[in-house]
């Protein structure tokens, strides 16, 4: 191999190693960016899950406290809810892509 065939062919691997790293720092900049949006969507999940459970729990509370019903009663009731779907899941209803029995 001549030394021009050499320095070429260094020169064309330093240029796409050049390339690699450019495209390499491009995809992690945009992974970060995606990683920081779903972090900011289960942030605001979160919150609402928080929100649901203290507007479930004031009225639930508010029921038992009048003795409107009792603690078992309302145990029961969810288990009864939860059985509706056929899955003994813990949910309200069949998540995405399940079918119920």
Known sequence: MGMLTYL?????????ADRVAVVHERSQLRLMG???AVNEEVASLQQDVEKLALFTRSPTT?????????????????VEIDHEDG?????????PG???S
């Open 8 to 16: 070429t062919m260094e020169n064309r691997i330093n240029d796409l």
């Open 87 to 95: 899955l003994e899941d813990g949910r309200c209803g069949a998540g």
């Open 62 to 78: 508010l029921l038992v406290d009048k003795g409107v019903i009792t603690h078992a009663e309302l145990a029961d009731r969810v």
């Open 34 to 36: 995606d990683i920081a």
């Open 98 to 100: 399940e079918n119920p």
